[in-house]
């Protein structure tokens, strides 16, 4: 079986970010993706509880979105 999705993606809920869950969802359905990793960058802490909810209610049995983020350590992402 052959699963196929979408890695490090950031929305607009990150600076670098453009495009919102809801078209990402969209996207993703067209192109027949199983899943979105999300990697937003975490400016305010309060947006994770925004960032999960969005991935929960634009996910459906053909495509799951996964909540994460990508963080600064030192000179780097993680």
Do not use: W
């Not at 950031?10 to 869950?21: C, L, R, V, Y």
């Not at 996207?27 to 999960?52: G, M, P, V």
């Amino acid at each position: 079986m052959k699963i196929k999705g979408l890695l490090h993606v950031h929305s607009n809920n990150s600076f670098d970010g453009e495009t919102p869950i809801k078209k990402l969802a969209k996207l993703a359905h067209k192109q027949n993706f199983s899943f979105i990793c999300l990697t937003d960058h975490l400016e305010k802490q309060s947006n994770i509880s925004k960032i999960r909810k969005e991935c929960k209610e634009n996910s459906d049995s053909q495509l799951k979105i996964i909540p994460g983020i990508e963080v600064e350590y030192k000179d780097s992402h993680i």
